[in-house]
């Protein structure tokens, strides 16, 4: 079965500082793997995603993730967090077989900037 | 263009009433996903569809829960009776499949629901 670990439950940066979310995950073959984000009250909102190819994607908001197959992570990161990039950010794998997609979200990491 | 609608964005109950849960998803998506998010459990996937036929139901808590989806552009989850575990955030999100199907999944706004 598919899975997927954020092992931060909250972090606190400074606006302007470096961020890096950690995700794991656990597939049988090649995931695909996304990460979402959730703004209070909202529903969730794709940064990014990775199927194949470049392991570095580039997402939207200036965010960035890695895919590292030997050590089954996904890590998301932006060199630069703004006040508005407080929110909940949650990693997830899954698998798009027939034309379906079935997520597995991990937890979520929730970001709090200092200013 | 619309997203995903859910209707209503909050409801409170008392426990062993019934309630439904609405949701359009995008126009032209042909899958449907039911998620429940709680501080404990976080993101469930409890249901999905593909043009309009359940797929796997097995997050599904128990037989209290149901869900359907009569056309392609509505889907409900109903829970009866409702009870105060139930209180949670309930996501309906769709998908579209096909050649250019990149795996996204486009969530609504969300229905918060609080059962006393």
């Known amino acids: 079965a598919q899975s997927v670990t954020q092992p931060d439950i909250h972090i606190t940066v400074s606006e302007g500082a470096s961020l890096e979310l950690r995700c794991n995950y656990s597939?049988?073959?090649?995931?695909?793997l996304f990460w979402y984000v959730q703004s209070p009250g909202q529903g969730l909102q794709l940064l990014l995603k990775?199927?194949?190819?470049?392991?570095l994607v580039q997402g939207i908001k200036g965010f960035e993730a890695e895919f590292k197959r030997s050590q089954s992570s996904f890590n998301l990161r932006k060199p630069s967090v703004h006040w508005s990039d407080a929110a909940e950010y949650f990693c997830?794998?899954?698998?798009?077989?027939?034309?379906?997609?079935?997520?597995?979200f991990g937890t979520g990491t929730q970001l709090k900037v200092e200013l | 263009d619309a997203g995903v609608i859910q209707s209503p964005r909050h409801e409170v109950t008392e426990m062993g009433q019934e309630v439904t849960l609405r949701c359009k998803p995008i126009?032209?998506?042909?899958?449907l996903f039911w998620y429940r998010q709680t501080m404990m459990r976080g993101l469930e996937l409890l249901i999905y569809?593909?043009?309009?036929?359940?797929?796997?139901d097995s997050g599904m808590p128990e037989d209290r829960f149901s869900a359907k989806m009569p056309n392609a552009s509505f889907s409900t989850l109903k829970i009866q009776p409702s009870e105060p575990r139930d209180s949670a955030v309930y996501f309906c999100?769709?998908?579209?499949?096909?050649?250019?199907?990149?795996?996204?999944?486009?969530f609504g706004e969300g229905s918060r629901l609080t059962v006393l």
């Open positions: 597939y049988g073959a090649t995931p695909y």
């Open positions: 997830a794998v899954g698998a798009v077989t027939g034309g379906g997609n079935k997520l597995t």
């Open positions: 126009s032209g998506h042909d899958y």
């Open positions: 569809f593909n043009n309009n036929v359940p797929i796997d």
């Open positions: 999100a769709s998908s579209l499949a096909g050649a250019t199907n990149t795996g996204e999944l486009f």
């Open positions: 990775y199927f194949s190819g470049d392991t």
